[in-house]
């Protein structure tokens, strides 16, 4: 069945996979450089981490108030606008040199960006099935993973034989693909009227809701580390002296195992409930990290790479479905926006610890906190998670 012979609901998920599609290929290509560039520009590793606290610190701000818009206006007007800011943001890196400059850059891209995270979340969640959830959130999840599957690689590579700059023109360029996906986009996102959305707070802030987000706050500790100071590890730790295009190798090892896992991972949620899934997939994470400390050579940190991205893909898939099964309808942005200030808390407390503890006393210290910190967040998502509700 062709796209334009789905049904309007079918053919809005696809519209909304292109856009996925597109705009995890343009943030891709920045992953592997990002922190090397302002790295290369004089940094501190303590300033880098400053700066992924900058950036954090604009989800934090922006995204629950975007989870409260999105429910009182068409949320494809959010992401029209978003993916136009994003691309002047991202077009504007090569002209930074300071801290300063970094910093208002990283703050300004996740606000915009807020404005494309909730809602995107929030129409997943409106047209996902209801019957096979975790089949048809494994395959969706697994056709917008091939969008940034190559572009860590791709980015890597064109920093490498380039220059840092390109990466970044090169990213403004693709975010703009998914504008015309969202343009023609047939689904009826105008906000609900009514007792829907006029629902009481106490109604969201239950023990289940909140069971899931305390865990998605923890597991984001990792999220911090990875973007701000594992390319740098890699790139100057005597175990494995990675290259820019290594480096990039390794991120899309990452994506690439999480997009070809996600399909059977959905299914495996479908069969085996969301609880075991989150369990797992966080333990496993946990050691992998502390496997960076003992391990070395390119091959070993590839192998790590490929754990990881399953590791990452399962729990990304069983925390989102059992929050789409606990969740009250009719308030999909509100709840997608406290989701994602959970993950914000996370990434906000998590990133400047660990540059003071990688800077101060060495980057054993951020790797031993960052494995701990998961199989701790295991066992709570074994306390916390019932599985009734998963």
Not at 25 to 50: A, Q
Not at 105 to 118: D, E, N, P
Not at 146 to 167: D, E, N
Request: hydrophobic residues 50%.
């Amino acid at each position: 069945m062709s796209m334009l012979q789905a049904q309007p609901r079918e053919r809005s998920l696809l519209l909304l996979m292109v856009t996925q599609l597109s705009t995890g290929f343009s943030m891709g290509i920045i992953e592997p450089i990002l922190s090397l560039y302002v790295r290369s520009r004089g940094l501190t590793i303590m300033e880098v981490g400053l700066l992924g606290t900058a950036s954090m610190l604009g989800w934090f701000v922006f995204e629950p108030i975007m989870g409260v818009v999105a429910d009182s206006v068409r949320k494809r007007t959010m992401m029209v606008v978003a993916i136009i800011g994003a691309t002047v943001i991202y077009a504007m890196y090569p002209f930074a040199t300071t801290l300063t400059h970094f910093a208002l850059l990283g703050f300004a891209r996740s606000s915009v960006m807020s404005a494309y995270s909730i809602p995107v979340k929030a129409l997943t969640a409106e047209l996902l099935p209801s019957q096979d959830r975790g089949r048809a959130y494994g395959r969706f999840m697994t056709v917008v993973g091939l969008g940034g599957m190559i572009a860590p690689l791709i980015g890597g590579f064109i920093s490498q034989a380039s220059g840092y700059l390109v990466p970044f023109y090169a990213s403004a360029a693709v975010g703009l693909v998914g504008l015309t996906a969202i343009l023609i986009m047939r689904h009826d996102d105008r906000p609900q009227e009514g007792g829907a959305a006029l629902r009481r707070w106490r109604d969201i802030l239950t023990a289940p809701m909140l069971s899931v987000f305390s865990v998605r706050g923890i597991f984001f500790v990792n999220s911090g580390f990875r973007s701000s100071f594992l390319p740098i590890y890699l790139n100057e730790s005597p175990l494995f002296n990675a290259s820019e295009a290594q480096i990039g190798a390794f991120f899309t090892l990452v994506r690439l195992s999480g997009a070809v896992s996600r399909s059977m991972i959905g299914d495996l949620c479908d069969r085996l409930g969301n609880r075991l899934m989150i369990v797992a997939s966080v333990a496993v994470l946990g050691v992998s990290y502390g496997a960076l400390l003992i391990g070395g050579g390119v091959w070993v940190m590839y192998a790590i790479a490929l754990v990881q991205g399953v590791s990452i893909a399962a729990a990304d898939t069983g925390m989102m479905l059992h929050l789409i099964s606990v969740m009250p309808a009719g308030r999909t942005g509100v709840v997608m926006g406290m989701y994602s200030e959970a993950e914000n808390i996370g990434g906000l407390i998590s990133t400047p610890t660990l540059g003071y503890l990688y800077e101060n006393i060495g980057a054993g210290s951020s790797l031993t906190v960052v494995a701990t910190v998961m199989c701790l967040n295991a066992l709570l998502a074994y306390l916390v998670i019932r599985k009734k509700e998963g």
